[in-house]
Structure formats: C-alpha cells, structure tokens
C-alpha cells in the first residue's frame, strides 16, 4: 500500500507564493508517476503536473506554466509544487498522486485559497 501526505497550503495574496510537499511512504516501486491535481468548488478535478521517478519529462497545465514549478526528491520520496505569482483561479483543493504498475494512489488533500 501507499500513502501519499500532502502539507503547504494555506492563504495566500493575490500574487503571493506557496510550496506544496507531499510525502509518499509504504511500498513505492522505482518507477512511477508523481504529480499534483486540482480541484476547484463546483468544477472537477484536474491536473495540475506531473514528474516521473526517472527522467526530467515534467508535464503541466497550460495555465500554470511558467509559474509553478513540480520536483521530487527520490531518496526523501517526496514531490513538491513551488507556486508563484498566484491568481485567484489557483483556488483549489489540491491532491498529490502517485501512479505505478497502473495503479494511482491519491492524498486527502491540502486546500489553497488565494484571496485578498
């Protein structure tokens, strides 16, 4: 099994910044997927980025590019989401998720609300 503990979110300004951590710990395999999704009240879930265990191939959605920014750090088995010049928009509950051997694993959730 696998857990997935998110943590970082919070108020923040309009144009403020924050950075999302999520710590994955039980059975992780060498090769996976981790990532970030987002959902926002009302509106469905969605993805936000992703990062593989191997390889620099990071995939984002088109409106966070060029703001937020996905790492991991594989010994410490955790992914992070640095979030800069944030928008209102941004307001979401986010949920990190890790994907092996066709399985996706998801955390409870950390809420950023971006308001003024």
């Known amino acids: 099994q696998v857990q997935l503990v998110e943590s970082g979110g919070g108020l923040v300004q309009p144009g403020g910044s924050l950075r999302l951590s999520c710590a994955a710990s039980?059975?992780?395999?060498?090769?996976?997927?981790m990532g970030w999704y987002r959902q926002a009240p009302g509106k469905e879930r969605e993805l936000v980025a992703t990062?593989?265990?191997?390889?620099?191939?990071?995939n984002y959605k088109d409106s966070v590019k060029g703001r937020f920014t996905i790492s991991r750090d594989n010994a410490k088995k955790t992914v992070y989401l640095q979030m800069n010049s944030l928008k209102p928009e941004d307001t979401a509950v986010y949920y990190c998720?890790?994907?092996?051997?066709?399985?996706?694993?998801w955390g409870k959730g950390t809420l950023v609300t971006v308001s003024s």
């Open positions: 990062i593989p265990s191997i390889g620099t191939t990071t």
């Open positions: 039980g059975t992780i395999f060498s090769i996976n997927i």
């Open positions: 998720t890790l994907r092996q051997n066709t399985v996706n694993y």
